[in-house]
């Protein structure tokens, strides 16, 4: 019903920068929030940055608030997250998620699809 599909990865310098994009197609992409979150190896998968489908409302996790941007436009089907001053630690895969019914949006249950993931490696 809705297909996820990230790109924008790759590799970058500590206090370098990063922008992924998620392109969706299917159901009306407008009623959506989206989400980021991400996995590193061996650890869980982790919430990072929500926006609500109006644009209005966004949340993000502490450990990257103030240095990545979420953003969507709904006209293009797009989302949008902006990485600056990446750090090591930022090294995951990160995955583009869409929520339809509502619920705790840091959680990745309340999501209804999500795309395949992109790789991000920061090196020290």
């Known amino acids: 019903q809705v297909q996820l599909q990230e790109s924008g990865g790759g590799v970058a310098q500590a206090g370098g920068s990063l922008r992924l994009s998620c392109a969706a197609s299917g159901r009306t992409f407008s009623k959506f929030a989206m989400g980021w979150f991400r996995q590193a190896p061996g650890k869980e998968r982790e919430f990072v940055a929500t926006i609500m489908w109006s644009g209005g409302f966004t949340n993000y996790a502490d450990s990257v608030k103030g240095r990545f941007t979420i953003s969507r436009d709904n006209a293009r089907n797009t989302v949008w997250l902006q990485m600056n001053s990446l750090k090591p630690e930022d090294t995951a895969v990160y995955y583009c998620?869409?929520?339809?019914?509502?619920?705790?949006?840091?959680?990745?249950?309340?999501?209804?699809?999500w795309g395949q993931g992109t790789q991000v490696t920061v090196s020290s």
């Open positions: 998620a869409a929520a339809l019914t509502g619920g705790l949006l840091t959680t990745s249950r309340t999501y209804d699809y």
